[in-house]
T-cell receptor, first 111, second 116 residues
Framework: DAKTTQPNSMESNEEEPVHLPCNHS???????IHWYRQLPSQGPEYVIH???SNVNNRMASLAIAEDRKSSTLILHRATLRDAAVYYCILRPFSSWGKLQFGAGTQVVVTP | DSGVTQTPKHLITATGQRVTLRCSPRSGDLSVYWYQQSLDQGLQFLIQYYNGEERAKGNILERFSAQQFPDLHSELNLSSLELGDSALYFC???????????????FGAGSRLTVL
């Protein structure tokens, strides 16, 4: 499975945007880019996913580079509840589904 | 409530014992996944079932086994427990059909196992 690289941690002030980068230079043409997050003492939670085009949902936006070798998860206005570990994961189209989690990015939100 | 139900929430047992963790997937989901999360290892994929059949295997120990029943619930059996098995065990479910790369996983709240 193709690997992703994320910063270990990022800090943000409350109500400011957060841009979380993810590098995936070995991505293949059929790999979906998934983002999950894990709040303290909870199970991982789906955030967003995409293939080639930028995606928006109620939680976040996903910006995918034209060459697909990197992507950025955008939290438009960080709240204290957004403090979590964010995981960027590649998932092949033909995969039966296992998600391989890396270390992720710890997001700290300060009031 | 994610729709994925895991029981028990907490379990304390002794080394050498055997435990069973149970997972009921979200309504309509056919795939069930098991993950282990310990402090020093992060989230490790253990095993996946789709409609009763094993579909993918990760770093699951031989002392561990799992199955998915006709009603689609799944059980993870952990035997000859060691101190190092203490961890959070998460179950997740997804629709799981072929071409599943776009499928989203829904996770349960986890079962915390403490081995003394």
């Amino acid at each position: 499975d193709a690997k992703t690289t994320q910063p270990n941690s990022m800090e943000s002030n409350e109500e400011e945007p957060v841009h979380l980068p993810c590098n995936h230079s070995t991505i293949s043409g059929t790999d979906y880019i998934h983002w999950y997050r894990q709040l303290p003492s909870q199970g991982p939670e789906y955030v967003i996913h995409g293939l080639t085009s930028n995606v928006n949902n109620r939680m976040a936006s996903l910006a995918i580079a034209e060459d697909r070798k990197s992507s950025t998860l955008i939290l438009h206005r960080a709240t204290l509840r957004d403090a979590a570990v964010y995981y960027c994961i590649l998932r092949p189209f033909s995969s039966w589904g296992k998600l391989q989690f890396g270390a992720g990015t710890q997001v700290v939100v300060t009031p | 409530d994610s729709g994925v139900t895991q029981t028990p929430k907490h379990l304390i047992t002794a080394t050498g014992q055997r435990v069973t963790l149970r997972c009921s997937p979200r309504s309509g989901d056919l795939s069930v996944y098991w993950y282990q999360q310990s402090l020093d290892q992060g989230l490790q994929f253990l095993i996946q079932y789709y409609n009763g059949e094993e579909r993918a295997k990760g770093n699951i120990l031989e002392r561990f086994s799992a199955q998915q029943f006709p009603d689609l619930h799944s059980e993870l059996n952990l035997s000859s427990l060691e101190l190092g098995d203490s961890a959070l065990y998460f179950c997740a479910s997804s629709p799981g059909q072929a071409g599943a790369g776009a499928n989203v996983l829904t996770f349960g709240a986890g079962s915390r196992l403490t081995v003394l």
